[in-house]
């Protein structure tokens, strides 16, 4: 596959409702269209198909995906100039179809058997809408009990109370299910080990409706079997699969870095170490973040008080290096909502209030505001 260079006019427009449909298609050549339609099939797209341009105005212009069989592209030569058109061939040794796909403004010259894989995850992006990607935000304890469990649950619940689409990832095989510490371990809905066989891409769509709901977000956690590991191949699949869905994504990180939670750590766009504030946990929380800064560039340090004499917020974050995100309050009453309180973040108090001020500030750096 190599891109084209062409002239372009216009951009297709999106269509109502965030979903913009499926690739319009151009070709007389049957074997191609079996094989595009395969594709399309593959990617949970429904195409539109055509011999030539079409007559009905805006069909050209409106489609997202324009894939124009190389059999067509004399018959397409004068349609308007856009962008996301494809010239879709199988002969590797035909140096003329650049100068025709330089003719019809492609975009993309594609070589069918070779580029089937880019162009499923391409068709797939514009039957989803993809837009904006979701702020993925990691949170990581400084020190096993240092709170980053219930920061990462008060993070993804005020995001929800905010009206944001938002997804909670429990990252810790072993850290007991983060579906628990928000009371719906009962809940319906699929763990990690249901996407452990995952590969290539997993629709974005579809893993958020396989998900547990609880307080209006999206949980993905752990069972309660034997399983404590998922093969990077499937934490990247879906993870790059619910940041396509936008909004937020929450990770509650475990403090060992695998290859799994490496592959987290590629696709955060910030991450917080939480720290309290005692001198042990500053030199604990030193290493974990020696570690995770070698994959994560944004690296931010929120600290819990109380603090001893001589010891702040400022002096933490000094001391470790790192910029200061604030002091995330302690809550003791926070308990499991069975047992008849909100789950952190739910509830008005000082966590939701450093919650909410976070996302004010991330958003707005993120140009998501």
């Given at each position: ?48 198909v ?10 050209w212009?409106a489609?997202?995906?324009v ?7 004399r ?15 199988r002969?590797?040794?035909?140096s003329?179809?650049w100068r ?6 492609a975009e ?6 070779d580029?089937?894989?880019w ?11 993809v ?15 240092a ?9 993804a ?5 905010e009206?944001?689409r ?10 007991g ?29 579809a893993?958020e409706e396989?998900?547990?709901?609880l307080h ?13 590991a998922?093969p990077?191949?499937?934490?990247r699949?879906?993870?790059?699969a ?27 766009d910030?991450?917080l170490?939480?720290v309290?504030?005692?001198?042990r946990?500053v ?12 994959v ?11 603090y001893?004499?001589?010891l702040d ?5 000094r ?24 789950p952190?973040?739910?509830?008005r ?8 001020e976070f996302?004010?500030?991330a958003?707005?750096?993120?140009g998501?505001a």
């Open positions: 596959m190599e891109t084209v260079a062409g002239a372009v006019t216009h951009d297709p427009p999106p269509a109502a409702g965030g979903r913009q449909g499926g690739p319009l298609i151009v070709t007389e050549d049957s074997e191609l269209l079996d094989d595009l339609l395969r594709l399309c099939a593959a990617a949970g797209a429904t195409p539109e055509h011999h030539g341009v079409p007559e009905r105005r805006g069909n212009e489609a997202p995906l894939l124009v069989g190389d059999d067509a592209a018959r397409v030569r004068g349609a308007a100039r856009r962008r996301g058109v494809v010239l879709v061939c002969d590797q040794d035909d003329g179809v025709r796909a330089v003719e019809i403004g993309h010259v594609l070589m069918l058997p580029g089937e894989q162009l499923v995850d391409r068709i797939a992006d514009v039957a989803e809408g837009g904006r990607p979701a702020l993925t935000v990691g949170v990581i304890g400084g020190r096993g009990g709170g980053a469990s219930t920061l990462a649950c008060a993070l619940v005020t995001s929800a109370r009206g944001l938002t997804l909670l990832v429990d990252a810790d095989p072993l850290g299910g983060l579906d628990v510490l928000l009371g719906g371990e009962t809940a319906e809905g699929l763990r990690w080990p249901a996407f452990a066989s995952s590969r290539g891409r997993v629709g974005g769509g893993l396989s998900l547990p709901e209006s977000l999206r949980v993905l956690s752990w069972d309660r079997g034997d399983r404590i998922v990077p191949q499937a934490v699949a879906v993870l790059a619910a940041r396509r869905r936008g909004g937020t994504v929450v990770v509650d990180l475990p403090r060992r870095i695998d290859d799994g939670v490496a592959e987290v750590l590629g696709q955060l910030l991450g170490v939480v309290p504030a005692e001198l946990a030199a604990a929380a030193g290493r974990v973040a020696s570690a995770v800064g070698m994560l560039r944004d690296l931010r340090v929120a600290v819990r008080g109380p001893p004499p001589g917020d400022r002096e933490v974050a001391l470790l290096g790192l910029p200061l995100a604030g002091e995330v309050p302690v809550e003791p009453g926070l308990l499991r909502p069975d047992e008849g309180t909100a952190p973040g739910a509830a108090g000082p966590l939701t209030r450093f919650c909410k996302w004010e500030r958003l707005v750096e993120a998501t």
